[in-house]
């Protein structure tokens, strides 16, 4: 495999988007609520020849991305798409942790006017040139890419992950701006069985923001979906639907990765299934009802009681893939406190 060419590759300049002043403005909404995932096709092995990725057109202050080094390649990349210098806080949260659950790897980072970055997560070097410590190999959690300092609202990234066996996921970050969240409670989750999907990794990414350039998570901080009044539901193509448990997702190894049911189960062997009976036997085509239920935060950094005194954020990404080379992954939801209350033991 060749890393250097797989950066030279994913890395895309930025010459500046003449789009870029007025669509800030409007500030699209990054995620949809009902989302069709459509597997792209991977390469069938490392090399100079792996595509683009295309880019966001709108900059935020905050990136959210996945990454996993489970027998996987992971680059992240970040634009700056102003013209002058950009400070970045970087912060990688790692399940199951070289100590703990949920450890965090940070380091500080600066981009030029129109510049870009490619993060190997496995050999992090800075845009500045600086070696940092990496991230083991047989880790998978998500980094979070904060704005410090210079032009607001100029950030986009996208970030890609090669699986030795030749698919990719790629997409988009997630971009978080605290003044403009998903307000809704629900999400839908379409799949299909397009180039014979077999696997799937629903990931789930929770934080709360305690500064404009910082983030913290933790398995106590905490998204549920579901309630006994609003169940989660999956269907199928002709729309008849399964209960399945309430669920929820944290920075743990089995709280930030799983599966949509058993006949898609998790691409790396992750048991925890969002449905655990087998709806969709021929596997053709569903969707997965998860009515957002709520954040709960019981690290004593964070809340007392199930209260979160700072601000949480939910980013979740969906991918699915046939195992045999061809991959995708896609924004699944995203929202923040604003607009919605936190819902916790105690509170009615």
């Not at 397009?194 to 998204?223: C, E, K, M, R, W």
């Not at 209960?243 to 930030?256: A, V």
């Not at 954040?295 to 969906?318: A, N, Y």
């Not at 991959?327 to 105690?346: A, C, E, F, T, Y």
Request: hydrophobic share 35%; glycine share 10%; net charge negative.
């Amino acid at each position: 495999m060749n890393k250097r060419n797989l950066m030279n590759n994913t890395k895309t300049r930025r010459k500046g988007s003449m789009l870029q002043d007025s669509l800030s403005k409007i500030k699209y909404l990054f995620v949809l609520a009902v989302l069709l995932v459509l597997p792209m096709q991977a390469m069938a092995g490392f090399g100079s020849d792996i595509p683009i990725i295309d880019q966001t057109d709108t900059g935020v202050d905050r990136l959210v991305a996945f990454y996993d080094t489970r027998s996987r390649d992971t680059f992240i990349q970040v634009t700056n798409t102003s013209s002058s210098g950009v400070s970045i806080h970087v912060q990688l949260f790692q399940t199951p942790g070289p100590v703990q659950q949920c450890e965090e790897l940070n380091f500080d980072d600066f981009l030029t006017g129109h510049d870009t970055h490619v993060y190997d997560v496995e050999n992090l070097v800075t845009n500045t040139g600086i070696d940092v410590a990496d991230i083991p190999t047989g880790q998978y959690g998500f980094a979070v890419i904060s704005r410090s300092g210079g032009a607001s609202s100029s950030l986009i990234g996208m970030f890609r992950i090669i699986d030795e066996s030749g698919y990719e996921y790629r997409t988009n970050a997630a971009g978080v701006e605290d003044a403009f969240a998903d307000e809704s409670v629900d999400s839908v989750i379409n799949f299909s069985s397009a180039n014979g999907n077999v696997l799937s990794d629903l990931v789930g990414i929770t934080f709360v923001s305690v500064s404009g350039d910082s983030v913290f998570a933790s398995p106590g901080v905490i998204a549920t979906f579901g309630n006994p009044l609003d169940e989660v539901l999956i269907y199928d193509q002709v729309e008849f639907d399964t209960s399945c448990s309430q669920t929820s997702f944290s920075c743990t190894s089995t709280q930030i990765d799983k599966a949509i049911d058993n006949s898609l189960p998790n691409s790396l062997g992750q048991n925890n299934r969002i449905c655990g009976t087998n709806v969709l036997t021929s596997n053709n085509a569903g969707w997965l009802h998860l009515p957002f239920n709520g954040f709960v935060c019981t690290d004593p950094l964070v809340g007392d009681e199930g209260e979160c005194v700072f601000d949480p954020s939910f980013v979740g990404f969906i991918g699915l893939n046939n195992g045999n080379g061809t991959g995708s992954m896609d924004s699944w939801w995203q929202v923040g406190l604003n607009g919605i209350l936190p819902i916790s033991s105690g509170q009615e």
